[in-house]
């Protein structure tokens, strides 16, 4: 086993079966395989998966994969780090957003960067060692796979009845992201708190 086929704290391999993706230094995975995930597959294997949709709250209200989380700005996704997490219990998070081609992507970056700084003194320990990217993103999925959305059903972000949603959102997302690089000591709160699947 190569340090590539490792998790990234080099403790243990991957649980999920990964495929090569648009972003070379983040690991993906298929539809398929989330569909898997949400079906028991891996139950055996993981403890908990946290589903985290970048997606904007009328994109995520419009449709979303079963048991996800809405987290589009980047306190929410340091909220992610206040979470306990057990010794020995596998915790996974898959990232996604519309395609995962940018917010997913950059969220997955982000949390990464932080869980790094949050335990720079433990080096290489990390809160979430296990992270994907859900090759795709909700589009993909919902093609394959809608009867695992809650709703059946699939709002683009470039919807013509969410115009003003979007213009607001995106103006809200780059304020609310601004001077975040670094993780702050105070609490952060989500609109929507991560929960994620239980196995």
Not at 44 to 58: A, E, G, N, S
Not at 114 to 134: I, S, T
Not at 158 to 169: E, G, K, Q, V
Request: charged share 25%.
């Amino acid at each position: 086993m190569t340090s590539h086929d490792l998790i990234v704290d080099g403790s243990r391999g991957y649980t999920l079966p990964t495929i090569p993706g648009k972003h070379s230094d983040l690991k993906s995975i298929s539809a398929d395989t989330m569909a898997e995930v949400l079906n028991g597959v891996y139950s055996d294997r993981l403890h908990k998966v946290t589903i985290v949709d970048c997606r904007y709250p009328y994109e995520f209200e419009g449709g979303h994969i079963r048991g996800a989380v809405n987290m589009f700005t980047r306190d929410a996704v340091n909220s992610l780090l206040e979470t306990q997490t057990t010794a020995g219990k596998r915790h996974v998070l898959i990232f996604h957003c519309e395609f995962s081609s940018e917010r997913g992507p950059r969220m997955y970056r982000h949390l990464r960067s932080q869980d790094r700084a949050l335990n720079q003194d433990h080096y290489p320990k990390l809160n979430f060692p296990e992270v994907y990217l859900l090759h795709g993103g909700y589009k993909a999925f919902y093609e394959s796979h809608g009867d695992l959305c809650d709703p059946d059903s699939y709002t683009p972000m470039l919807h013509l009845d969410h115009c003003a949603d979007l213009r607001h959102f995106r103006v809200k997302s780059k304020t609310w992201t601004a001077g975040s690089e670094k993780v702050s000591s105070r609490r952060h709160r989500s609109r929507i708190f991560p929960s994620g699947l239980d196995f």
